[in-house]
């Protein structure tokens, strides 16, 4: 008998659970300075304007990518298969991502080393960069997941990706890269309009409520698209404490089989109703110049977009467009019993550390930034 107190099952439910939150997290955290990247460029015209927005997110970003860390390690430990398979079919895309990045980093530090206006306005669009192109590509992967990827497994269960990066630019995929640029980006227009003042707040006011218009919309047409298009469907019987085995399970393409899982399971629908709903929250709030009852809006319509990905593919991680029964699920792509639990009790410690820590460094780090306050500030980017 194992000595493991919860069983296999429930493990990787849990485990399931946790890399949605800390995917999540990211979302939300991480989202917050792409998006303030992404619209730094159109919010901020002068040079003091950019420094503002720039010291907005200066001190906490890389706090936030902590998320996104997390999530890579949570995948390559806890779903090993799942992480042979995406990270490196999707190799040249993470390649752009981690690019783009890099520039983040890079922009903040050099950006200032020079008065001359072209050197700045040259590290500015870098750090566009930097928050466009992250933003719009992981929505283009979670477009790819809902589509299937063109991999395959052999009798030795070697793993064969036969597709290639221009293949992930399909007309859905470019989609979902549109709802996600545009929740990030209304996301970044909260932070700014909550902690900035003036011609800044002004417009990102007026950005975030086109962008935020603009989500919900193309969220809705996705839906739609969901509705009409094939998803795929296990068809035989799911042993969730059984061991790993990717081909011991038949699946079959349905259209509209991404929504069996609301029939399956009701209050799954709350996902999208919060996505629509703290979008429609955040653009009113906005508009009406609520502040922080925009950016909790922004915040919650992230949680249920990404949400809403997570439960409509449940059990599927990554489907196979070439070969359905080779596709990647709950059951069949996680690491062992044991490492599960010995992950989790790690988790339980480490996991509540850094939430508070998060806390306690944006309570340090709130309040209106302006161009007084940075002049004030010696440390100031």
């Keep these: 008998m194992s000595t493991i107190p919860l069983d296999y099952e429930t493990l990787r439910l849990i485990w399931w659970l946790l890399l949605g939150v800390l995917l999540i997290g990211f979302a939300i955290m991480g989202g917050r300075d792409l998006g303030v990247g992404a619209l730094l460029p159109f919010v901020a015209r002068t040079d003091e304007e950019r420094r503002v927005l720039l010291n907005l997110i200066g001190p906490t970003w890389e706090g936030n990518q902590v998320w996104l860390v997390l999530g890579g390690g949570a995948i390559f430990a806890a779903f090993p298969p799942l992480y042979a398979v995406s990270f ?61 990827a063109p991999f395959h497994f052999d009798d030795s269960l070697r793993i064969f990706y036969t597709g290639n990066f221009f293949q992930l630019l399909m007309p859905f995929a470019l989609l979902a890269g549109l709802v996600s640029l545009g929740m990030i980006v209304t996301h970044g227009a909260t932070l700014i309009t909550g902690r900035t003042t003036g011609p800044i707040a002004a417009r990102a006011r007026q950005l975030g409520t086109l962008s935020g218009i603009a989500t919900i919309a193309l969220f809705a047409i996705g839906g739609i698209w969901v509705a009409l298009m094939n998803g795929y469907v296990v068809t035989s019987t799911i042993d969730p404490n059984a061991p790993i085995n990717p081909l011991g399970k038949t699946v079959e393409l349905v259209q509209g089989g991404w929504l069996r899982n609301y029939g399956l399971y009701p209050w799954m629908i709350a996902a999208p109703v919060i996505g629509f709903a703290g979008m429609a929250l955040a653009t009113l709030g906005l508009m009406g110049r609520y502040r922080w009852l925009a950016y909790l809006g922004s915040s919650a319509g992230i949680f249920g977009i990404v949400s809403t990905a997570g439960v409509s593919i449940f059990p599927f991680f990554l489907p196979s467009s070439s070969m359905p029964n080779a596709g990647l699920t709950l059951w069949d792509a996680s690491s062992s019993h044991l490492t599960l639990f010995i992950m989790l009790l790690a988790t339980v410690v480490f996991l509540p550390l850094i939430i508070l820590y998060t806390a306690w460094v944006f309570r340090v780090m709130r309040g209106t930034v302006t161009t007084e306050s940075l002049s004030k500030n010696p440390n100031a980017y």
């Design 88 to 148: 490196s079919g999707f190799y040249l895309a993470m390649i752009v991502i981690l690019l783009a990045l890099i520039l983040r980093p890079v922009g903040f530090k050099f950006r200032g080393k020079v008065s001359d206006p072209r050197w700045r306005t040259t590290w500015d669009w870098a750090l566009f960069v930097g928050g466009f192109v992250p933003a719009l590509i992981m929505g283009v992967a979670v477009g790819n997941v809902l589509l299937g």
